[in-house]
């Protein structure tokens, strides 16, 4: 959530950076948040001179109560009981305009960092990164749907009659394989710095709200109603829920947290060529890192957590790119968000498998996770987070880009997990 002050000291400044969301609606509701915000404000200060008054006739009654003026010491308190009640509805007054300008604010995107380029569509992201090789396939080469079958490492009609499309089920080597993955990952991210935690798999709303995916996502999480609770949709959530209403030292930062988690998105609305086999599930593994940042560092640590992904790629000898997300493509909360994408020999088009991302105050004004600074003042930290890496493209361009004639060969980086050098 945008922080009001904000708004208000960098009016234009905001609006321009939001407008690389080419959202013609969002000057009026940056508009519709100020007015709220004078309206607040007003109301405080009236509110503020009706406890001035209210305290200084109370001090009076006293002084008359002392003087033996009874009489005009009641008389008084007949007063001081209109402005308690005065007082009392500017209170409700102002705790209503708070209520409305929070849900104003609430669908306020993050204003794009002014590297961020305008756009609409996908087709408009820049793209800034290229590495690898895109591999020639033998001529029998097939996409990792019919591998899966061929090799019995994904059963997704067993996936089917268990849960539904979208619930695969991994069978021998291909278990061996994500388990493979998920470790090395980890290990990677550990190397990095990064703090292994494991989190529930279920928040509350106020989780959902901190991080950002409650009002904007809702739609596509799954909602377990009774309890109230949500299924994760990526490790973030939980992780970054950690740091809600905590006051770190200066000392601290940055705070560097990886996980695995299962995610569990309901991907409603998605249908066709682009959701057959791996590229497009309800439940998916992944390793995710986020990063509890000073604000002068947020930049540059943007930057390292985009060569931890690289690094990842390169070891696992997959050709990818790197695209910076034009303002209408980013998600809600982002500031800078940077995509990989890995290119599927077999299926001959890139795959997205990472977001990595700054979110500025955005995350951290909502979550009120703060930390003091060395003149003791408190601000709002910077959050980022990545997906270092998300499992199911990963695996269908593992199983396209390096199928072998009779054969899957395992990139060397994976052997020590995995303890196969092939896919037989």
């Known amino acids: 959530m945008l922080e009001i002050h904000q708004l208000r000291e960098n009016k234009a400044e905001i609006l321009d950076r939001l407008a690389r969301r080419a959202n013609s609606a969002l000057p009026a509701l940056v508009e519709q948040a100020l007015d709220l915000d004078s309206q607040k404000r007003a109301l405080q200060a009236e509110l503020d001179r009706k406890l001035a008054e209210i305290n200084l006739a109370s001090k009076a009654i006293g002084s008359l109560m002392k003087d033996g003026k009874g009489d005009e010491a009641e008389a008084l308190k007949a007063t001081v009981a209109t402005f308690k009640e005065s007082a009392h509805q500017l209170k409700q007054e102002q705790a209503q305009a708070e209520e409305q300008l929070i849900a104003v604010l609430c669908h306020i995107p993050n204003a794009p960092d002014k590297k961020v380029k305008l756009g609409k569509t996908p087709e408009e992201n820049e793209e800034v990164f290229r590495a690898g090789e895109i591999p020639v396939l033998h001529k029998d080469a097939q996409p990792h749907w019919d591998l899966a079958q061929q090799y019995k490492l994904i059963d997704f009609e067993t996936g089917v009659k268990i849960a539904g499309a979208g619930f695969p089920v991994y069978t021998g080597q291909g278990a061996k394989l994500q388990r493979a993955l998920i470790n090395y990952f980890l290990d990677e991210a550990s190397k990095a710095g990064y703090d292994e935690v494991m989190t529930p798999h279920v928040v509350n709303e106020a989780s959902g709200f901190g991080t950002g995916q409650l009002p904007d996502k809702e739609g596509q999480m799954y909602y377990v109603g009774e309890d109230k609770l949500f299924l994760i949709p990526t490790a973030e959530v939980p992780v970054t829920n950690i740091y809600r209403d905590v006051i770190l030292n200066e000392s601290d930062l940055p705070v560097k947290h990886c996980a695995y988690t299962p995610c569990f998105r309901r991907e409603a609305g998605s249908y066709g060529k682009d959701v057959r086999g791996l590229n497009r599930l309800h439940q998916f593994d992944k390793v995710e890192i986020v990063q509890i940042a000073h604000p002068d560092k947020s930049n540059e640590i943007l930057d390292q957590m985009v060569d931890h992904v690289k690094g990842l790629l390169n070891n696992l000898e997959l050709p990818y790119r790197i695209l910076r997300l034009c303002g209408g ?96």
Not at 357 to 369: A, G, I, M, P
Not at 386 to 403: C, D
Request: aromatic residues 12%; contains cysteine.
């Open 329 to 424: 493509d980013m998600g809600f909360a982002s500031a800078m968000t940077y995509d990989f994408e890995v290119y599927s020999a077999a299926q001959k088009r890139w795959l997205e498998v990472s977001s990595v991302s700054n979110f500025e105050t955005f995350q951290s004004n909502r979550l009120k996770c703060r930390f003091r600074n060395a003149e003791r003042k408190i601000q709002l930290v910077h959050s980022l987070n990545g997906s270092a890496l998300a499992l199911p493209r990963i695996v269908a361009a593992l199983l396209e880009n390096h199928q072998q004639p009779g054969y899957i060969k395992i990139p060397g980086a994976l052997h020590s997990y995995t303890h196969f050098n092939s896919i037989k």
